[in-house]
């Protein structure tokens, strides 16, 4: 049984190969023998996948250079590219270079809360009265929600809970207010104008 899984799964990179699809994503994906490239030109890849995709795959196009886990953008969201660059930089460099994209956005987003909202407490997780401001609208929208589930999430009181968690990310609304010169305390309009803004 044992030989007829490899056969299949030999049989199906094969097709894979031959239809140009990427299946080889080694970090260091690299061809293992000088002849690789001449191979590949007579055809080989075609007519030798089993060897040639595993020992050529440079040479048969079918290196991947993007995320090697699933798990990138998930670290990603959560800070690791800028903790743990090195490993990062190497395993995830798509889910990187997005999240560098995502980060300049949260930025816009929080210029446009000081600019439109009365958002004087730009604290990314704490907040008063239990409610969301403009920029924790803004850390909403970063993490991945959307403009309608954001806004949807606007819409409480000062009865809503001091820890709500949105996408893993526990957010302490009832620290003391200090919102200088603004309302009391942040309004659902206020955290709308950050869900539409990012």
């Known amino acids: 049984m044992k030989g007829l899984t490899t056969l299949i799964c030999i049989a199906v990179v094969a097709v894979h190969s031959a239809r140009g699809a990427v299946i080889s994503n080694d970090i260091n994906c690299k061809n293992t023998n000088d002849n ?52 990062m930089n190497k395993a995830c460099p798509s889910s990187c270079s997005a999240q560098a994209q995502e980060d300049k ?26 409610m969301f401001s ?16 954001c806004r949807t999430k606007c819409e409480r009181n000062g009865q809503s809970g001091c820890f709500p968690k949105v996408e893993g990310y526990t957010f302490n609304l009832c620290v003391a207010c200090s919102r200088e010169g603004c309302s009391t305390f942040p309004t659902v309009d206020e955290c709308k104008i950050g869900c539409d803004y990012f």
């Open 36 to 87: 690789c490239d001449s191979w590949a030109k007579r055809g080989e890849c075609h007519e030798n996948p089993a060897y040639m995709i595993v020992s050529c795959a440079p040479a048969c196009d079918v290196c991947f250079h993007g995320d090697t886990s699933w798990s990138c953008s998930y670290w990603a969201r959560r800070g690791e590219c800028t903790k743990n660059p090195s490993f």
């Open 105 to 130: 956005r949260l930025a816009g987003c929080l210029n446009a809360c000081s600019e439109f909202a009365c958002a004087s407490d730009t604290s990314l997780q704490k907040g008063c009265n239990q």
């Open 134 to 149: 403009c920029t924790h609208a803004c850390k909403m929208r970063h993490l991945g929600v959307t403009v309608g589930s």
